[in-house]
């Protein structure tokens, strides 16, 4: 991501975009393995390999569980 604000200033519908993207871009490491296509330098995240992308989803469902919790 271009500039790496803290998950928490996002809104709900920018963590469930960012979780669905990751899933996508970690599926298709698994796919394609080497051979995955690179993004464009404008996409968040582009030049992210599939570990960090896998830490990155980690930390997203951390933060949307974190809420879930605040919101019962």
């Known amino acids: 991501m271009k500039e790496q604000q803290e998950l928490s ?3 709900p519908k920018k ?19 080497k051979s995955t296509a690179e ?3 404008s996409h968040m995240l ?7 992308c896998a830490a ?3 930390a997203v469902l951390a ?5 879930s919790r605040e919101e019962e």
């Open 9 to 11: 200033e996002y809104s």
């Open 63 to 67: 933060e949307m569980k974190r809420r």
């Open 56 to 58: 990155l989803l980690k």
């Open 15 to 33: 963590l469930r975009t960012l979780r669905n993207n990751l899933n996508n871009r970690i599926e298709s490491f698994k796919t394609h393995g």
């Open 39 to 41: 993004l464009q330098k």
């Open 46 to 52: 582009a030049g992210k390999s599939e570990l960090e």
